[in-house]
């Protein structure tokens, strides 16, 4: 019975982890940047890594989310990678944004509503992607009968 309580434990705990990774679908609003690319408020050097970038992270969410739910033995490598390419591609906009702006101080970025991107959306992001690196680090998947 300790060990069914214990598998029972794990599959509550893996199943929060994929509420985490799923969460990062909110990501897919990186069709506003292409938006801002199409309309010349955004530099297409920035916009376009950077909209394709969360595009990617957004729509895959839900499929990696769904891999760790239902425990697949790669899932929990697979997740690492996703999220570490999360990282890379907010790392990256936040790069490429700071390249591209056209005068410091003065860009689209520093305008309401885009401010809040740098100064709340990629926070919030590292973040999700930190917790779920970190509760990875304690995933195990029970053995099935």
């Known amino acids: 019975m300790g060990t ?6 794990q599959m509550q705990y893996n199943k929060t982890t994929s509420i985490l990774v799923a969460v990062q679908t909110w990501r897919i609003i990186g069709f506003a940047f292409l938006w801002g690319v199409s309309v010349g408020i955004l530099h297409p050097a920035f916009g376009i890594p950077a909209g394709v970038g969360d595009i990617l992270v957004g729509v895959t969410a839900i499929p990696f989310a769904y891999f760790l739910r239902k425990g697949f033995s790669w899932s929990k490598y697979a997740v690492v990678v996703w999220s570490v390419l999360g990282i890379a591609d907010l790392v990256m906009a936040v790069s490429l944004g700071t390249i591209t702006a056209s005068e410091f101080g003065i860009s689209t970025m520093n305008t309401f509503p885009w401010v809040l991107v740098p100064t709340v959306g990629v926070p919030l992001a590292l973040l999700l992607h930190g917790i779920t690196l970190y509760r990875l680090r304690h995933t195990e998947f029970p053995t099935q009968k």
């Open 4 to 9: 069914t309580l214990e598998s029972s434990k």
